[in-house]
């Protein structure tokens, strides 16, 4: 993982801008916003680990390009995706950040990325209340969605669904990892792909 030159500080003011715009949209004061002068731009390659499992996250991530995901490995050697974030999104583990605890799925990217990080001390500043408020009201409103998608919908029903509100999640995410977020193996996904594109 690499950082963008510190020789040159404008083009790092101009890689954090995109999470300096999006702290506003959630209700940041600008005269607040010097914090971020703590952000780091960074550029990371497919596979990095941002946040290993079971450690103290102290960072946050804003998808500027690429994808990230929290995903949660067994001893067993399996895998259980939690979340992907794509571009304009800001990655962290929700729960752990309200409880202080230690996290219970690594993030890491899943091809190369361009990030600004930002330490989580930020966040947790009195006077960014209402970023985390909207953002609390954001990740609640997030969790009902997905678990309606999960628990009243058929798979097929749920890459359909993933088709209409989320093409880019189809068409950017590989068949294993689609399978895996909408709960069914990648046989499964393949026999609803060819069910659909049979039928008339």
């Known amino acids: 993982m690499t950082t ?5 500080l404008k083009a790092t ?10 702290l506003l949209a959630l209700g940041a004061e600008p005269d ?3 914090l971020l002068t703590q952000a780091r731009a960074l550029s990371c390659q497919p596979g990095e680990c941002l946040l290993p499992q079971g450690e ?12 990230v995901r929290a ?4 001893q067993e050697g399996s895998e259980r995706c939690k979340e992907f974030y794509f571009e304009g999104e800001l990655c962290f583990l929700y729960s752990s950040w309200l409880k202080q605890d230690v996290a219970p799925y690594q993030l890491e990217t899943v091809g190369a990325c361009r990030l600004v990080q930002i330490p989580l001390a930020v966040l947790n500043e009195p006077f ?14 997030y969790k009902e969605q997905k678990e309606a998608f999960l628990l009243l919908n058929t798979p097929e029903q749920r890459y359909l669904h993933l088709l209409e509100y989320f093409p880019l999640w189809v068409e950017r ?4 990892q689609l399978a895996n977020y909408i709960g069914i193996t990648a046989i499964s996904l393949s026999r609803i792909r060819k069910r659909l594109q049979d039928s008339p």
Request: proline letters at 4%; hydrophobic letters at 45%; a negative charge.
């Open 128 to 141: 960014m209340q209402q970023v985390q408020l909207a953002l609390l009201k954001q990740q609640l409103l």
């Open 4 to 8: 963008l030159s510190p020789d040159t």
């Open 32 to 34: 607040h916003l010097a």
């Open 173 to 176: 995410l590989t068949h294993a």
């Open 13 to 22: 003011e101009q890689a954090i801008k995109p999470l300096w715009q999006y």
């Open 56 to 67: 103290y996250q102290t960072f946050a991530y804003f998808v500027v390009d690429g994808i």
């Open 71 to 74: 995903c949660h490995y067994t």
